[in-house]
């Protein structure tokens, strides 16, 4: 164990020594969450619209100041006419219109009611359907209000409930994903460094003539990173909470415990890239580029998992961040126990031991 420890601080010396090294260990991560937190958001707010109001009623007026009073649009400048609306949507200083004809207010008192045109620009689908859904509910309120007592010969009155968000915070959707990323890039790329580094240094030939067992270098290589990733993954807990007010349902403990096991499956992998890799720039680009595409595409935070062909949902199988992210949605934002995330563990808990053994099985005791 004595043996153990001081090659354990001898690599905890190498990351502090190296600048580069803390950077991508503490930096990137803070960036990251920061940055997907604040940036990447499925919410619609702020969104240019553009008014042509001919009718310049008392009705036109208070759905207007309806619209206005919310955050999801900001109104420009009155439009002129039908071509000064085309123009902006051109210039994209718009993303929708809406135009009430002349006499709206009066025909809505009328048998056939009133009419209101609402044009979207289609060329981001999502934002186009999201915001005309907003306007429509807009103006099937204010509808509701004018006549409250209206009643169709049936009726059918949905009644909505979001469960797990209901302040629609658009956080709450990125941070598990982001989380599962973090660990994936930064744990497997700084690992997979680790046993390449002593290749190019020179330094091999001194571990492979000690005493030490190949396993305990593997070990000694990994703890380190273990403890700072468990640093990193505090960090980006309290910053999820207070900074972006992420809340956390479920227990801390079983956090903590699934992430430690993440965090070595990540491990492992790097430290399989490691042996398989004979220089710093290829296990860097392997572990970074490699890890962080799949990350994205078959993790599901970002693109529905049910919406990909079949052969992508079979290839997400064997990405470790699946199943992490899973683990971590239900326990932080849905409180679930361990009775609801052990088959996810037990694969977790598998292939953190398949890659480790497959690691060691490489780790070459001759140059």
């Known amino acids: 164990m004595k043996q153990l420890l001081a090659f354990i601080r001898k690599e905890f010396y190498h990351v502090f020594r190296d600048r580069r090294t803390l950077l991508i260990l503490f ?3 803070i960036v990251q969450i920061i940055l997907f937190g604040f940036a990447l958001s499925s919410e619609v707010k702020n969104i240019g619209i553009a008014v042509l109001d001919n009718a310049r009623d008392v009705q036109s007026e208070q759905i207007i100041s ?4 919310g955050s999801y649009f900001q109104i420009k400048d009155a439009a002129l006419n039908y071509r000064d609306i085309e123009q902006r949507f051109k210039q994209g200083e718009i993303k929708c219109a809406i135009l009430f004809p002349l006499n709206f207010g009066s025909d809505i008192y009328k048998t ?7 044009i979207a620009d289609a060329s981001d689908p999502n934002t186009a359907t999201v915001v005309t859904n907003y306007l429509n509910n807009i103006i099937n309120n204010y509808q509701q209000e004018l ?17 797990y968000n209901e302040e629609q915070n658009g956080s709450l959707n990125f941070i598990p994903g982001v989380i599962a990323l973090i660990f994936m890039i930064v744990s497997t790329a700084l690992t997979s460094v680790a046993v390449v580094r002593e290749k190019e240094l020179g330094t091999m030939e001194i571990l492979l ?21 468990l640093i990193d993954f505090i960090i980006i807990l309290l910053l999820s909470v207070f900074l972006l007010n992420v809340g956390v349902r479920g227990s801390l403990l079983l956090i903590f415990a699934e992430s430690i096991l993440f965090i070595i499956t990540c491990l492992s992998l790097g430290l399989l890239i490691s042996n398989l890799t004979t220089s710093q720039q290829t296990a860097m680009l392997i572990s970074m580029m490699g890890m962080m595409l799949p990350t994205i595409f078959f993790t599901g935070f970002m693109f529905p998992l049910e919406n990909m062909p079949k052969i992508f949902q079979w290839i997400s199988y064997i990405i470790p961040s699946k199943y992490y992210y899973a683990i971590i949605k239900g326990v932080m934002l849905k409180g679930l126990g361990f009775g609801y995330v052990w088959k996810e563990t037990l694969i977790l808990a598998g292939m953190a031991t398949g890659l480790l053994f497959v690691a060691l099985k490489n780790f070459k005791i001759r140059l």
């Open 27 to 29: 930096g990137m991560p």
């Open 66 to 69: 309806r619209i206005q009073s």
């Open 112 to 118: 056939g009611g009133a009419q209101v045109q609402v």
């Open 147 to 163: 006549n409250p007592t209206a009643k169709l010969a049936y009726q059918i009155i949905p009644e909505m409930r979001q469960l």
């Open 209 to 229: 003539v000690s005493p030490f067992k190949p396993i305990m270098v593997l070990i000694a290589k990994a703890v380190p990173y273990l403890v700072l990733s």
